[in-house]
């Protein structure tokens, strides 16, 4: 029997867009014959609705105006899985059994959603609310990971109306914290490099700190390494495995918002040119931290390899990266042997496989 697979896309958030092309992707490859696929899309301004028609307007956000969309509101009551539709004074319920978060940045991959999907005891891909949420923001997880012994970038973080209140306290902890330029700027909270700047000076500093605060009011400050930028992918729950390393090259000066999406001249290499017991290292750091955090369902594990020394550090973890014909992720466990209709699958099975597992616990 077909499962009733919701997938949500779109999102009050910065990285919207990239939501949109991811979307298109996970729709073109999921199976018909599988599912039933209903497509909600959330707009812009927080509106959810229901969607069925062609995938090319998600690609190009013209979804939105389509005349036969629907209002929908998830259920909370644990009976009663799915969705309410609304038109005008008529409501009709229709049945979820797995739901597919495609969504990026605050709102998406922060926990909210996730929170929401718990309380309604509906499986869905991904990461629990308290995962996702820890990952999301890169201070907690800077606490949590150097709590194991996970070497991490030096860093600062400040809330910004500390800085408003005593900006050159803030400078000196900078200093005091990171030492010589650059460094970069990035807001705690937010992913695809949105809002995050490299700067060379204290001047480029208070400019970047102010345009970041905008997208985040928790503001991280990070030395800056010179080195390769390599990334992995992890399948799976307390059972996972990992892919083999990839390599990013950029002509940006790092691996921005434009280097991910929109320039060309971003090249991928999988796996990197690095030495096998670098990779393995590098994998069995990646796990490591998948448990620590308490992921599930995926992630992706971003690391630099210093230059001057060779030493690995860890950098961020993804729990909902990017499925764009671009994206890092769907590449690197393609090339581990799971192309995209086998990939979906497996992560849908593996949201049913978590939901169980926690209700034998209970």
Not at 152 to 181: A, C, L, P, V
Not at 229 to 243: D, R
Not at 301 to 313: Q, T
Not at 324 to 346: H, I, Q, W
Request: glycine share 6%.
């Amino acid at each position: 029997m077909k499962k009733n697979v919701a997938v949500i896309f779109g999102g009050v958030s910065s990285e919207y867009e990239i939501s949109l092309k991811s979307a298109f992707n996970v729709l073109s490859k999921l199976s018909l014959k599988n599912y039933n696929v209903i497509i909600i899309g959330i707009t812009k301004s927080g509106r959810w609705l229901k969607y069925n028609d062609k995938l090319e307007n998600i690609k190009d956000d013209s979804w939105e105006n389509h005349p036969f969309n629907t209002n929908i509101v998830f259920s909370t009551d644990r009976k009663n899985k799915g969705i309410f539709k609304f038109n005008k004074d008529k409501f009709e319920f229709e049945k979820i059994d797995v739901v597919f978060p495609v969504l990026h940045g605050k709102n998406g991959e922060d926990g909210k959603i996730q929170s929401l999907l718990e309380l309604a005891d509906l499986p869905f891909v991904g990461c629990s609310s308290v995962a996702s949420a820890n990952c999301m923001d890169k201070t907690i997880t800077n606490l949590i990971l150097k709590e194991v012994g996970i070497k991490k970038i030096k860093s600062y973080w400040f809330y910004f109306y500390d800085y408003e209140e005593n900006s050159e306290k803030i400078f000196t902890k900078i200093e005091e914290k990171i030492g010589d330029y650059p460094i970069f700027v990035k807001p705690a909270r937010s992913g695809s490099s949105i809002g995050v700047r490299k700067v060379s000076n204290k001047t480029e500093l208070s400019d970047a700190i102010k345009l970041t605060a905008k997208e985040d009011y928790k503001i991280l400050v990070e030395e800056a390494i010179i080195g390769k930028e390599l990334e992995c992918a992890i399948l799976g729950n307390e059972n996972c495995i990992v892919s083999s390393i990839g390599e990013i090259f950029t002509n940006n000066g790092f691996y921005d918002y434009d280097a991910k999406y929109l320039n060309n001249e971003t090249q991928m290499s999988i796996p990197a040119n690095i030495d096998d017991e670098i990779s393995k290292k590098i994998q069995n750091i990646a796990i490591k931290a998948y448990k620590t955090m308490e992921c599930s369902g995926l992630a992706r594990v971003d690391f630099f390899l210093k230059k001057s020394n060779g030493e690995i550090i860890l950098n961020e973890i993804n729990t909902i990266p990017g499925f764009t014909n671009v994206s890092m992720y769907p590449r690197l466990m393609d090339a581990f042997g799971f192309d995209l209709e086998n990939l979906l699958d497996k992560l849908i099975d593996l949201a049913f496989l978590k939901t169980t597992k926690l209700k034998s616990h209970k």
